[in-house]
């Protein structure tokens, strides 16, 4: 199994990235997939998920800016970043959950706001 995420980058305050991250090796429409971010001396934490049915969920810092897309025909999850932040600051991480039981990680992607 292999989850590979791209798209990180350096970009100014107020501007945007997409993130993707490719699956393989899994069923992808069966699992839960979501990004997660772990800025310096923090603990990761959850940015948005989607469903297998599609429903999204984000943290309030995130909700307006964000957007998190699947395309189960491309085994694929993205991350529209959108009005970026400073404090958006972090490595990008996808994961993928089969029943809340079965985990995977992908390696991650540094994304870095400058004011």
């Known amino acids: 199994v292999q989850l590979q995420a791209s798209g990180g980058g350096l970009v100014q305050a107020g501007g945007s990235l997409r993130l993707s991250c490719a699956a393989s090796?899994?069923?992808?429409?069966?699992?839960?997939v979501g990004w997660y971010r772990q800025a310096p001396g923090e603990q990761r934490r959850l940015v948005a998920d989607t469903s297998t049915s599609g429903r999204a969920v984000y943290i309030d810092s995130v909700k307006g800016r964000f957007t998190i897309s699947r395309d189960n025909t491309k085994n694929t999850v993205y991350l529209q970043m959108n009005s970026l932040k400073p404090e958006d600051t972090a490595v990008y991480y996808c994961?993928?959950?089969?029943?809340?039981?079965?985990?995977?990680w992908g390696k991650g992607t540094l994304v870095t706001v400058s004011s």
């Open positions: 994961t993928a959950v089969y029943l809340s039981s079965v985990e995977y």
């Open positions: 090796g899994i069923n992808f429409s069966d699992y839960a």
